[in-house]
């Protein structure tokens, strides 16, 4: 055995010396804050980064753009029905995962009805979604149920729920694609699209759940981030266009489709927020932490020993 | 007999093709610019037009840039940063430090070739690596630059508020570039090898060429392109802003799927590209034009889109 380690494990390695970093420079003291509020910023990357590895798994070219607007447009509509009443924020749920499973079916229905490339399709439909958004938001600032507020900053004994919860769907992320019926068709469709075919795999169906699964881990993410930022705000969404996707590629999932690394995203999300609060204790600009995330994302995409394509 | 069938074939086929690809958002160009004269008739002047495609001259520069790298079967998601970035060394440097602001816009041209190489040594995919650099330009231009500011040189606003005679300075660019991007990549033979390079590499690289140098040199130009996005869009806002171009990068892609490219590689054109880009800028106008609500009008945006890709789709559906 030698050295080489898995490609996933990067992000949590740089993850590591990130923590280390900020342990040495601000005590021994600020090890268990530090990772506590990493682990709760890095479970909205987690959920959102989720959805959006099922999509890229499911083949080349699979790509969701119009995460970010369907947060933002799930957040909005759910706001709106709880209107801070904590009676509602079942039914605010709820509608922020319809919202975010219909926002994912148009994207596939637009992909396959109009032989669209996933990126052009998402996009276009990621206008639209803005435009609901724009409108529903156009009221005032509303303000999220309390007890959804206290369930994003619940803590048992000192341990965070919400980092625990989203652990527990990348648990289940990951036996689904191990052991799953549907995971396995998801990986064989992103491997050899033709060879799914003919084996009798129902590739337009396993997609379509892939397309309106990531919708709605978007629309969760949405309503669970309004929650937790006391309400939804325009650009709540834009960091996630990015981050999302480079979440999935960091945490080992490859783009050309048929892996697809759900514990990986955890390494790859805690290494994008622990940097933040790295460089935030350094007190670096902002310039600089733009310079570095980009700098990192390069360098471990480029050393990470990838499986020769065949 | 089978030879003369087939060359004819040969000949008719792509003709068509092309003459669909460019013609349908060339159809609705003119039907988008038909709307807007019937609304405004005052807009069909050497001004109106002027006025109307003015900042679709950046967007048309940006969009050849996605095209070139499409080409090659490839996607730059850091062109929107990069605009960004051109227009901080622009409004910061160019005017005082001539010099230095050249030599940095090199560098980034340099920059981008780098990327290319990088790309095709490691044989990475270009998403992930040009997301990584979209960060890097950000970087680089709020670390020169944290919020808007500087002032573009005199003669860069001179020069885009320039009024040649007969045709507005946005149309005359715009049938330049068109007639320019035509000529190296659909007619020049070194355009075949080009678009060869993205659609099959191995092939090109059997017939002696290098498809190395060719996505570098096509990267580098892709810079190079998007240096004239910067310099362009400097002169038009006359000052810099690292967050003024982000919508770039995925217009810049419209663009060119519009313009009948297609992600395959090595399936572009530049005539296309450059209506697609008008297309997307004239949009905005003509929602205006029409009185749909501002909060409206990037969703309407989405649905021009849709509604263009679909005639597409409905054409080549019948030819086949």
Known sequence: ?310 | MADIALQRRRRIAPALGTALQIGLPAATLIAMLAVIFWIRPSAMSYFGFGLLFKFAVPLMFAALAQMLVIMLGDIDLSIGSFVGFVTCVTALYLNEAPLLAVTILAAGIAVYAGVGLLIHVRQLPSIIVTLGMSFIWLGAAVTLMPGPGGAAPRWLVAFMSWKPPLVPLPVLIALVTAFVGHLVITRFSYGAVLRGAGANPRAVERAGWSVLTIRCGVYAAAGALACLAGLTLTGLTTSGDPNVAPAYTLLGVGAVILGGGAFTGGIVSPVGTVIGALTLALAGSLLSFLQVPPTWQIGAQGAILFLVLAGRVLFSEHRS
Request: aromatic share 8%; with cysteine; glycine share 12%.
């Open chain 1, 1 to 310: 055995m030698s050295l080489r380690l898995a490609p996933w494990s990067y992000g949590f390695l740089v993850a590591l010396v990130m923590w280390g970093a900020t342990i040495a420079y601000s005590g021994v003291g600020s090890a268990i804050p530090t990772l506590s509020s990493a682990l709760v910023f890095a479970a909205f990357s987690v959920v959102v980064g989720t959805g959006q590895m099922l999509v890229i798994a499911s083949g080349p070219g699979n790509i969701d753009l119009s995460m970010p607007s369907v947060l933002t447009l799930a957040a909005y509509a759910s706001m709106s029905v709880m209107a801070g009443s904590d009676a509602m924020v079942l039914p605010g749920l709820l509608l922020a995962v319809t919202v975010g499973a219909v926002a994912g079916m148009l994207n596939y229905l637009a992909i396959t009805a109009l032989h669209l490339p996933p990126i052009i399709a998402t996009l276009a439909w990621s206008f639209v979604f803005q435009s609901f958004a724009f409108n529903l938001g156009g009221e005032a600032t509303l303000k999220p149920p309390a007890a959804l507020s206290d369930f994003t900053l619940w803590s048992i004994g000192g341990i965070r729920v919400l980092p625990m919860a989203v652990m527990g769907l990348t648990l289940l992320a990951v036996l689904v694609l191990k052991h799953g019926v549907g995971g396995r068709q998801l990986l064989a469709i992103g491997q050899s699209e033709r060879a799914a075919r003919l084996a009798g795999i129902p590739v337009g169906r396993v997609r379509l759940v892939a397309y309106t699964l990531c919708g709605i881990s978007a629309g969760f993410a949405g309503f669970l981030l309004s929650g937790f930022s006391g309400g939804a705000a325009l650009n709540m969404g834009d960091t996630y266009l990015l981050e999302s996707i480079a979440v999935v590629v960091l945490g080992g999932t490859s783009v050309a489709g048929g892996r697809a690394n759900a514990i990986g995203i955890w390494g790859a999300a805690l290494f994008f927020n622990l940097m933040a609060t790295m460089l935030n204790t350094f007190q670096m600009q902002a310039g600089i932490r733009f310079l570095l995330t980009g700098a990192l994302i390069i360098l471990i995409v480029a050393i990470v020993p990838r499986p020769k394509a065949g």
